[in-house]
């Protein structure tokens, strides 16, 4: 059952991925923008499987940031798929059809996650 809710809001995160428009910022403007991470795990799904302090189907974030070490560029090279899952690597079939929804995002957008789960450590 569990698998099951897991396969389903993962196909739910892609679709959403897929579908919602692009958004390209202009790197000048990324100050300015203030993008907040915190709001940004909302938007893209992420709050389904992770909460701040609790485990739901995902690690919860502070956990994640301790095993990283709050250390932001590691967890973004995670996130852009350049490293590999350290917190629960059995699990990552789970975690791995985000990274592609990820793809979709700005730099500035999973800098910002980044930034925002290291934090929580
Ligand atoms: C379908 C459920 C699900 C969603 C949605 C999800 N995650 Fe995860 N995530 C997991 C699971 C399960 C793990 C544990 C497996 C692992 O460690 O890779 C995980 C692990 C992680 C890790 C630790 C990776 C490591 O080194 O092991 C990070 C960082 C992370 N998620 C960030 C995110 C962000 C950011 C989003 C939203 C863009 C997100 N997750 C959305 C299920 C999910």
Redesign the pocket.
Known sequence: MKKNY?LL??SF?LLVGFVSPKKNINPLTTDILNIDGKS??IE???T???HPEKKI???A?KD?SN??DGNASK?LN??EGK??????????Q?????LM??KHASKEEREA??KY?AGLK
């Open positions: 897991i809001i993962s995160i940004l795990t893209k799904g992420c389904l499987c992770h189907v995902g690690p974030f994640i095993k990283y967890i995670f996130l490293g590999n899952p350290i917190v629960h690597p059995d699990e990552f789970y975690m791995k059809p985000v929804q990820l996650i980044a789960i």
